[in-house]
């Protein structure tokens, strides 16, 4: 009998590849870390800032031309996240409501606007048409409107057994009352990922902005940001610290809020999904 364990190669493969793909990543965002620190921020890799500073961050929050697009990119994604979980959520429960005339026909329409759009010009000329072009608005509500979110949130919708609308009716609610007081507190991992996935869309958002905003002032973060990598908006730089240090630091902004709240909402995330796609 041979005692000797055979050993399992697919594992320790596996184990490699997972260490490769995690320093690929890893690497990169370490450079950006420490030169975002380093006030004599030259090209190249280092371990550890050569002069550490805080000063790149500083100007990026002291600096109108860099805070004011931050401010514009929070101001937008709380409230394009509201609006757009409001729509979603509505929309999803409209579309659960059996009895509803034409029900089958709406959800059948929204279903035809993932496959076929009226294309850039057309949407271009009619967003224009209504004023909202060169507007906050345009890059809150435009975005608000996905059909591919709302259709998670009714597949999550007709997971809750019926045997709990039956009883809210027999208790006297109200369609909108049941939403409120059972659909909405039994929704919380579909709010929590939907919400996350529209959070993350309206933060790096850059489309949007550049097809249908021309003013300059109300570009986002994200808008601000590509300008100082390509040199074509560089930052005004203070004394005690370079323009290199300063795009960093900016990157690093970028990247900070959602590496804070992925991991407190990413067991809601996984759940969310799951239910909201896969229907039993």
Known sequence: MNSKKKIQVFPIVNGLIFIIISLIIIIPLWKVLVD???LKTAYGMKLWPEE???????TVFKNPTLYQPLIISFITTICGTVVALLLSTF????LI??????RNFFANMLLFTMIFNGGMIPTYLVLK???LTNTLWVVILFPALNVYNLVLMRNFFEGIPASLFESATLDGCSPMQTFIRIVLPMSKAALASIGLMFAVSYWNDYTH?????TNSDLYNFQMKLRGMIMGSDSPAVTAGVTENTIKNAAIII???PFMILYPFLQKYFVKGVNIGAVKE
Do not use: E, N, R, W
Not at 209 to 213: F, G
């Open 52 to 58: 550490f500073g805080l000063t790149g961050y500083v």
């Open 209 to 213: 902005y550049k097809l249908y905003i």
């Open 97 to 102: 409501q059996y009895d509803m005339p034409g």
């Open 36 to 38: 975002s620190f380093d």
């Open 129 to 131: 048409s209504l004023h």
């Open 254 to 256: 970028v990247i900070l």
């Open 91 to 94: 929309g999803a429960y409209v």
